[in-house]
């Protein structure tokens, strides 16, 4: 493993099913972080984690959810998917969360909701 | 409240010079950031700017001006594989980025 990656790399989903996208990278990076990209929008913010073992609240939580049981990894639930979660889907990650701290992106999730 | 103004897009020249303006409104400033994104990949980083001026690396160079809220990203000598969207980002005084919808650009040849 090189930097981050992401799983599935693109999924179709029936409204009401449960996913995890999963998140692993090997750069030993304290900070990790879930955003969603759609056309016409900057990338919004879901979830973060500052360390291991801590889990924070972006811009746009309701219904996903994180846990971040060691620092390589920090998968993203949805609990029941709705056509509004179709969107892509980043995970990234940086050395810390302080101000110059640079946040770098996995491949992406391209998720569609039917 | 917060917002971050990019160009949708913009058009130049194979060789020429380009100038992408971002400008912001935040809850508190702890640095600007510029990343590339390129269709269907995922945004890579440009460069980091916290005090005013000009920040130059290569062909491309990045400025910042905190009492007008605004930045600019310089591309010169363009070329093709330039053809990209560029994002604005602002970190806030909580430290998550706050991110612009990015600029679309085209390179004609």
């Known amino acids: 493993i090189a930097g981050i990656t992401q799983a599935p790399t693109s999924q179709i989903l029936a409204a009401g099913r449960r996913m995890t996208l999963r998140c692993t990278q090997d750069?030993?990076?304290?900070?990790m972080y879930w955003y969603r990209q759609d056309l016409g929008l900057g990338l919004r913010l879901i979830h973060y984690?500052?360390?291991?073992?801590?889990?924070g609240k972006g811009e746009v939580p309701d219904g996903y959810s994180v846990s971040r049981a060691n620092t390589d990894d920090f998968p993203l639930t949805l609990a029941s998917a709705v056509p509004s979660q179709t969107s892509v889907y980043f995970c990234?990650?940086?050395?810390?969360?302080?101000?110059?701290?640079?946040?770098?992106f996995g491949p992406g999730t391209r998720l569609t909701v039917l | 409240g917060q917002n971050i103004d990019q160009p949708t897009e913009m058009t130049a020249t194979e060789g020429a010079i380009v100038q992408i303006n971002c400008t912001y409104q935040?809850?508190?400033?702890?640095?600007l950031f510029w990343y590339q994104q390129h269709a269907g990949e995922a945004p890579t980083f440009l460069s980091y700017?916290?005090l005013d001026g000009l920040e130059e690396k290569g062909r491309f160079s990045s400025f910042l001006s905190r009492s007008k809220g605004y930045s600019y990203l310089l591309l010169k000598e363009l070329q093709m594989k330039d053809s990209a969207s560029y994002l604005c980002?602002?970190?806030?005084?909580?430290?998550?980025?706050?991110w612009g919808a990015g600029t679309k650009l085209i390179i004609k040849p």
């Open positions: 990234a990650s940086s050395i810390g969360s302080g101000g110059s701290d640079t946040q770098y």
């Open positions: 750069m030993r990076h304290n900070a």
């Open positions: 984690s500052n360390t291991a073992g801590t889990t």
């Open positions: 935040t809850s508190g400033f702890n640095g």
């Open positions: 700017n916290v």
């Open positions: 980002a602002v970190r806030e005084s909580n430290y998550q980025l706050i």
